[in-house]
């Protein structure tokens, strides 16, 4: 069973930093694309940065570019989004949502974490 | 990179169909066949439903269908039914720097 199981959110304040974790089980990991989605309370879904299946593409959406980090560790089965410089708008549950696989060409998110919440806030 | 433009809300009788439509631009929707659908329901975790335009995932009911003309994507659900209320999204793949976008959202009420 796919099973992804995000980390790491909580309460800060603007101008701080937050490190989201995401662990993934019941799948070759090293062999599918990664992707971060964000969701403000009360708003809609938000896709917010890509990493291929071995870090070698990478992309973010304009909202985060320059203040957000993805990266992954295939050893370890995870994705991790470094966010700096957090602003009131970054408040949002954060999910883990598996891309496609290496070799097929697509754009879907077929399995979701359940998300973690992260408030910026003084 | 602006969102794809979904209606905020569609309503439909049990039995009834109704269409979601998902308009965007040449460098997104109408560019490539990677449109995908999700279903959101309250405090819950977005499904895919459609992927590829017109593909079902394997569990995913055939009520549930997708098409595109142009620049525009819909989603189409058949038969109705109280547990498809729910809030639906699409996304699409885009060129340029980014990689992607979602709809806004369209929230479907079952009378």
């Known amino acids: 069973e796919v099973q992804l199981v995000e980390s790491g959110g909580g309460v800060i304040q603007p101008g701080g930093s937050l490190r989201l974790s995401c662990t993934a089980s019941g799948f070759t990991f090293s062999t599918y694309g990664m992707n971060w989605v964000r969701q403000a309370p009360g708003k809609g879904l938000e896709w917010i940065s890509y990493?291929?299946?071995?870090?070698?593409?990478?992309f973010y959406a304009d909202s985060v570019k320059g203040r957000f980090t993805i990266s992954r560790d295939n050893a370890k089965n995870s994705l991790f989004l470094h966010m700096n410089s957090l602003r009131d708008e970054d408040t949002a549950v954060y999910y883990c949502?598996?891309?496609?696989?290496?070799?097929?060409?697509?754009?879907?998110?077929?399995?979701w974490g359940r998300g973690t919440l992260v408030t910026v806030s003084s | 990179q602006s969102a794809l433009t979904q209606p905020a809300s569609v309503s439909g009788s049990p039995g009834q169909s109704i269409t979601i439509s998902c308009t965007g631009t040449s460098s997104d929707v109408g560019g490539y066949d990677y449109v995908s659908w999700y279903q959101q329901h309250p405090g819950k975790v977005p499904k895919l439903i459609i992927y590829d335009v017109s593909n079902r995932p394997s569990g995913v009911s055939n009520r549930f269908s997708g098409s595109k003309s142009g620049n525009t994507a819909s989603l189409t659900i058949s038969g109705l039914q109280a547990e498809d209320e729910a809030d639906y999204y699409c996304s699409a793949h885009t060129s340029g720097t980014t990689l992607g976008v979602f709809g806004g959202g369209t929230k479907l009420t079952v009378l």
């Open positions: 949502a598996r891309g496609v696989h290496m070799f097929i060409s697509g754009w879907y998110f077929d399995y």
């Open positions: 990493i291929s299946s071995n870090s070698g593409g990478i």
